[in-house]
């Protein structure tokens, strides 16, 4: 009764993903194209000084993202790869991901879980089929392609295990 009296998911909290790619050479932002195929709009907008290019992602039922390649931006630390909850094939790929591109994104509801459904799609579609591993980064989450096509065949809401990770700490 006391969670329903005050819902802990109802909050605005920024959403902050990344994509990873193959090889070192990021991916330059005409090579996002793709993206419109799945309804999105893409506007390029001016790059910070930390960053090679920035689009802003649009679609009409998602909402709204911004996308960048963040210059010297790391991808995930090996250990963080090697204890999350993948297959060794998974974590191979996430591995070779040493291109990453960033996804920020103001939540448009006052659900953490559906909102965090919606970042989701974004970095479903801008994987497209290059993209190795999507990682949630407020939820130090790694997600495969095969995982994040699993959560993203039915429009439920985020499920409380996607909000987080477990590590198991020995001796």
């Not at 390029?44 to 998602?62: F, I, K």
């Not at 070779?96 to 974004?122: A, Y």
Request: no cysteine; charged share 25%; proline share 6%.
């Amino acid at each position: 009764e006391y969670a329903l009296m005050f819902p802990w998911w109802k909050k605005k909290l920024p959403l902050f993903g990344l994509v990873l790619f193959r090889g070192t050479l990021a991916p330059r932002a005409d090579e996002f194209s793709y993206l419109e195929k799945n309804g999105i709009t893409v506007t390029p907008l001016q790059p910070h000084a930390n960053m090679a290019w920035r689009l802003r992602l649009s679609h009409p039922r998602w909402g709204e993202a911004e996308m960048a390649h963040v210059k010297e931006q790391d991808s995930p630390p090996r250990n963080v790869v090697e204890f999350a909850y993948l297959s060794q094939e998974e974590k191979d790929a996430a591995l070779s991901g040493d291109s990453v591109v960033s996804l920020t994104m103001e939540p448009p509801h006052e659900n953490i879980l559906r909102d965090r459904k919606l970042m989701l799609r974004f970095l479903r579609a801008v994987m497209g089929a290059d993209g190795v591993a999507a990682v949630d980064t407020l939820a130090q989450k790694i997600w495969s392609r095969d995982a994040l096509d699993e959560e993203l065949q039915h429009d439920a809401d985020l499920d409380v295990d996607g909000l987080y990770t477990v590590h198991a700490v020995t001796p």
